[in-house]
């Protein structure tokens, strides 16, 4: 069996890498790599820094993907999707991070944070054997949604209603509720609708799974993303927030319901997403598993 591994190209790798994720879910309380949306957010993203995906490294056998090693949106923490019968490529892979996905710091130190799965041992084994020590933050994690049916009513505030970008797609008032929903101080500036542009030219941007609650004077007062894949029968949360004019109302929760609801209807059975908060388990996550940081400084 030949592996070999080389640099990422985005023209020729993007929907390879996609489709491999697709093949290598697994339904269950594990799964080790991201899903497909969560790829296609990271590439259409106004953050990623695109320069460096060329540093994104491609393990292939006998032209089949065999594993990636990437960032998401900066390099200094890396990501590793693998595929279940290349386990053994996770050394190799973690050592090609070392050398390609590292970040700079001012005092010219190289440093690299990785992203483990608590239940791989495995791997945390070989990242501690490699001086690697894991930290209390950033931590990922993951959580699902079992989508009822039927589903529930969704219940909001009066004056207020649900809609999607299908019936509405507004992006000034979407780009201010992204900038203040994250606790960004003051108006939005003037390129970051450029931004929302991109991440609806993703090619499974769906606006009617995009819902926002319209507050009674017209202004989005939460968001929820949604992303389903058919392939894999499964939602992805990503992103939400709500305007802090408009918090402890449920109005982000009933965005996310929303969302959820219409993927049910699609075809989805479970909604995922990467979040332990408690936003989530009071409405109806369990948190899966945590996705731990495991970081140190490199020698030069």
Not at 171 to 194: M, Q, S, T, W, Y
Not at 221 to 234: F, H, P, T
């Amino acid at each position: 069996m030949n592996i070999s591994v080389r640099a990422y190209r985005r023209k020729d790798d993007f929907e390879r890498v996609g489709q491999f994720l697709l093949e290598t879910y697994r339904p269950g309380r594990q799964h080790s790599n991201w899903l497909q949306s969560r790829w296609e957010y990271m590439h259409y993203h106004p953050l990623l820094d695109e320069s460096a995906l060329p540093n994104i490294g491609i393990w292939e056998s006998d032209g089949s993907i065999a594993g990636v090693a990437h960032y998401e949106d900066v390099t200094g923490s890396a990501f590793f999707q693998i595929h279940p019968g290349f386990a053994y490529l996770k050394l190799e892979m973690l050592l090609y991070a070392e050398n390609h996905l590292y970040k700079e710091l001012a005092d010219g130190r190289r440093y690299l944070g990785v992203f483990i799965n608590n239940f791989d041992s495995e791997f945390e084994s070989i990242a501690a054997a490699r001086g690697y020590k894991k930290l209390e933050n950033p931590t990922d994690a993951w959580s699902a949604f079992v989508i009822p049916h039927p589903f529930p009513e969704i219940i909001l505030p009066a004056g207020f209603r649900l809609r999607s970008l299908q019936d509405d797609n507004d992006l000034k008032k979407l780009d201010r509720v992204l900038h203040r929903g994250f606790n960004h101080p003051g108006e939005p500036p003037a390129d970051g609708i450029e931004g929302r542009r991109k991440m609806q030219s993703a090619p499974n941007y769906n606006k009617d799974l995009n819902i926002f609650v319209e507050a009674p004077g017209g202004s989005y007062g939460a968001y929820c993303g949604m992303w389903y894949l058919e392939k894999n029968g499964v939602a992805m949360v990503e992103p939400v927030c709500t305007d802090p004019d408009y918090r402890r109302m449920g109005l982000g929760r009933a965005a996310v319901l929303e969302g959820i609801r219409r993927c049910g209807e699609l075809g989805a059975t479970v909604a995922y997403v990467g979040s332990q908060q408690d936003f989530y388990l009071e409405m109806g996550f369990e948190l899966l598993f945590t996705i731990n940081f495991w970081a140190k400084y490199l020698e030069s």
